[in-house]
């Protein structure tokens, strides 16, 4: 179904980030004193929404906000994008999604993410902009928004030959019913070891578990398991070979939304027709840009800052 302009449609979640540098995460019962602080628009779903836009896609968004000026913050975010928000839901009875992020001197973090209004996206919002998901090259969805929206989403796009890509995070256990639809799976280490039951230590141990996973997903030839692996790149397994693909070696400032851009890239590239491997590698390019940034949705890179990277 590739358009001219790659159509991607985002279901996910938009939140509002507040990120402290710290020089190590704090203890139990204990206080730090940190060394900056910023507030950055945020969530799966805006962000790889962002990362898609940036690297010029056509890109809907369906989510939902609160009636708040973080709602306004991001609201205002996706016209600066040139993402279509027209489907993304203003609700009086929930606030806006929020994260809290503890940066360490190295890039890594850890994060709490509080959904508030994500997790009241609804059938009927689906319903009301399922034209978009119809019409798209291809459907990018998380899980920061309820399964069961996602799943019904997907349905949609496997109705209209829309490619659907998932990437299942936070990790969470998940039915069957909603990976039968999944056509490109990527999910990091941690999500891999979750929804495979196996614990992964070597390669032949990653490679072993995405095959479980690529069991569960639809059984087409184009179907994948991409399990991403940060620095060490990416594995990809297809129903006829398993590749490693190596990722560009960068000096990590925040790795924030990294696996965004991996995402946001990855369903980019897809939606122009491109092959998996060469999507594969032009996401790994894009999760590399972005960790050399600080804040997620900030980080998410260009087509030129991947061009000067490569």
């Known amino acids: 179904m590739n358009h001219t302009t790659p159509k991607v449609t985002v279901v996910g979640s938009l939140n509002v980030d ?14 730090l004193i940190g060394d900056a602080f910023d507030i950055f628009t945020g969530g799966k779903g805006f962000n790889q929404a962002t990362a898609a836009a940036r690297l010029g896609a056509e890109v809907t968004l369906i989510g939902s906000v609160g009636t708040d000026l973080f709602g306004d913050m991001l609201l205002a975010a996706t016209e600066n994008e040139h993402i279509d928000s027209r489907f ?21 973090n850890s994060i709490i993410v ?12 689906i319903d009301v902009a399922a034209d978009c998901i119809a019409d798209a090259d291809a459907l990018l969805l998380q899980l920061e928004t309820p399964v069961t929206v996602s799943e019904y989403a997907a349905a949609i796009a496997k109705r209209h030959g829309t490619k659907v890509i998932l990437n299942p995070a936070p990790a969470q256990p998940l039915p069957d019913s909603l990976l039968g639809y999944v056509d490109i799976l990527t999910p990091n280490q941690s999500e891999t070891e979750l ?23 639809v059984d087409t030839a184009d179907a994948a398991v991409v399990l991403t692996l940060g620095k060490q790149g990416a594995l990809m397994l297809t129903a006829t070979a398993s590749e490693h693909i190596s990722a560009l070696s960068v000096a990590p400032v925040d790795t924030t939304g990294a696996g965004d851009a991996f995402c946001g890239a990855l369903a980019t590239a897809l939606a122009k027709g491109e092959t998996l491997r060469s999507a594969v590698e032009f996401a790994n390019a894009a999760g590399a840009a972005a960790v050399t940034v600080t804040g997620a949705t900030p ?5 030129a800052k991947i061009n000067r990277l490569i």
């Open 299 to 303: 980080s998410m890179p260009t087509q």
């Open 195 to 217: 929804l495979s039951g196996m614990k992964i230590s070597t390669h032949e141990e990653a490679c072993r578990a995405a095959e479980v996973l690529r069991d569960r997903i």
């Open 114 to 125: 509080v959904p508030r209004a994500n997790m009241a996206l609804t059938i009927a919002d």
């Open 88 to 108: 993304v839901t203003k609700r009086t009875d929930v606030g806006t999604g929020v994260a809290t992020i503890v940066i360490e001197p190295d890039g890594d």
């Open 18 to 31: 507040l990120v402290c540098h710290a020089m190590r995460r704090p203890d139990t019962g204990e206080t």
